[in-house]
């Protein structure tokens, strides 16, 4: 077949030059996988099993990935095809296609380099949550102003703050490991889209491809791209809360803010003003993660509303986007970790800016109510009248406004300077608030150490589900000599 040189230059050799870099491995793989078991169940004899064997081997990926497409073939599929047949000849290389289709095939291939780019993306997940941790840990007693509304509100902690992320990230784990058990099916055997009359063992070139078990409906294993699309929102999901973490840091990273400082080796200067100490690092890490966010967002797009079947815009012209949203969810992802590990917070600042704004008029409100028998919504009024009428924790103007609200209101309150002293404290507010997720050290101290045993149980199942695909190599690797 002739092809058209515009239909080369535009399509054809994007698409290979895309295949050599993103699923040539797995091809191999699957060539090996299937030819064992065409051998193990008799539908190939061993003597060519044997023949074809050889000539995969003599396969070289390196000189592939060299190859300059020259439009005398389809695709990188009929590349290695051609190779195979230039090494045992046409009738033997012609039984490794028995019971197959390059529809399960490339859906094979597919799953096999998504399952590789989750668990990399939950790889820095992990590094991130145990840089917020880590973090975490060293500041359960430094108070800062939390903001609602971008305006001053109550007095918290930076490591309350950061377990908060924490938790999110702890669940974005969650979904990317479903993610990567919905995607690690085997969809080889499915061949076009309704299976074969060969007797074929799907479940054994699932354990030879590392996959948990075969898919299910052969018209389906061709057909779905949910899979796909469950990975792309477990990972939207993830970058849209990076995304606001970061904003935040570059907020604190302000000058006028002062909350955190970047080291001088994640930061630039300016070419015309030397004062300058730019955040570069946490602003590219914001930057990879809204592409990577609008990436996986295309995903959906290039789907929406195509026929339920075998078509072209879930394969050759979607992968490319589909690596490349999680090489930059990764890259965002990661980028935020080593920048948030080498970070370092204004203590001082912080529990300065905590003790001002009236950011501590809760607990007075809250006081009231304990120590005093008003209701929250009298005692919601008098704090309120402090915070209007006082511009500063003057003890005695503050009793007294105090005093007058409670009258005015029908009640008698007297609180003297040692109790308003506690009560109008950051430290307190802080302390008192025990409830369960709350801000106090000790609450704190206690979800550091859940967060972090959570974090291990995750690494080993990252590691344990990384072995199975290692262990499923080397036996494919063992069966492919044992034919």
């Keep these: 077949m002739t092809f058209s040189p515009d239909y080369v230059r535009l399509v054809l050799n994007e698409n290979f030059e895309d295949a050599k870099a993103l699923f040539l491995d797995p091809l191999l793989a699957i060539h090996d996988a299937h030819l064992v078991m065409l051998a193990e169940r008799g539908i190939v004899s061993r003597d060519d099993a044997r023949t074809i064997r050889d000539a995969l081997a003599r396969i070289d990926p390196i000189a592939v990935r060299q190859v300059t497409y020259d439009g005398t073939y389809e695709d990188l599929f009929n590349y290695v095809d051609r190779l195979v047949v230039d090494g045992c000849g046409p009738d033997a290389a012609g039984r490794l296609h028995t019971a197959r289709s390059?529809?399960?095939?490339?859906?094979?291939?597919?799953?096999?380099?998504?399952r590789e780019d989750v668990l990399r993306l939950i790889d820095a997940v992990a590094a991130l949550r145990e840089a917020v941790v880590d973090q975490a840990s060293k500041h359960r007693e430094t108070i800062f102003a939390a903001h609602t509304h971008a305006q001053p509100?109550?007095?918290?902690?930076?490591?309350?703050?950061?377990?908060?992320?924490?938790?999110?990230?702890e669940r974005d784990t969650i979904r990317l490991f479903s993610a990567y058990e919905t995607t690690n099916r085997n969809p080889l055997g499915a061949c076009a889209i309704t299976g074969t009359g060969f007797p074929i063992d799907r479940d054994r070139t699932s354990v030879l491809l590392g996959f948990s078990g075969p898919t299910g409906n052969t018209y389906g294993s061709i057909a779905t791209v949910d899979y796909l699309l469950e990975s792309a929102a477990a990972a939207g999901i993830l970058l849209a809360g990076v995304g606001r973490f970061i904003q935040d840091l570059l907020l604190w990273s302000t000058r006028e803010v002062g909350y955190v400082r970047l080291p001088d080796a994640l930061v630039q200067a300016s070419s015309i003003m030397p004062q300058k100490r730019n955040p570069v690092a946490l602003e590219h890490a914001r930057a990879l993660a809204s592409k990577a966010l609008a990436e996986s967002g295309a995903i959906a797009q290039t789907v929406h509303n195509t026929p339920f079947g075998d078509i072209v815009d879930t394969e050759d012209d979607l992968q490319p986007l589909v690596a490349v949203a999680f090489r930059d969810a990764t890259r965002a992802v990661a980028l935020a970790a080593v920048t948030l590990d080498e970070a370092t917070f204004d203590v001082d600042r912080m529990r300065t800016q905590a003790g001002e704004s009236w950011v501590t008029i809760t607990e007075l409100a809250d006081t009231l109510v304990r120590d005093h028998g008003l209701s929250f919504r009298s005692a919601h009024a008098i704090a309120g009248a402090v915070a209007r009428t006082c511009r500063s924790a003057d003890l005695s103007q503050v009793a007294d406004v105090i005093a007058r609200a409670a009258r005015d209101a029908g009640h008698t309150v007297d609180i003297g300077p040692d109790v308003l002293t506690r009560v109008l404290s950051p430290?307190?507010?802080?302390?008192?608030?025990?409830?369960?997720?709350?801000?106090?050290?000790?609450?704190?101290?206690?979800?550091?150490?859940?967060?972090?045993?959570?974090?291990?149980?995750?690494?080993?199942?990252?590691?344990?589900?990384?072995r199975a695909i290692e262990d499923a190599d080397g036996t494919r690797r063992k069966a492919v000599r044992e034919i």
């Design 102 to 114: 390059r529809n399960d095939i490339d859906m094979t291939m597919y799953r096999m380099r998504l």
């Design 427 to 466: 430290d307190h507010f802080v302390a008192v608030r025990r409830t369960h997720g709350g801000p106090a050290p000790d609450v704190t101290a206690r979800a550091i150490e859940r967060s972090r045993d959570l974090l291990a149980t995750d690494r080993t199942r990252l590691s344990e589900l990384r």
């Design 153 to 169: 509100a109550q007095p918290t902690t930076v490591a309350h703050y950061l377990l908060a992320m924490a938790e999110q990230l």
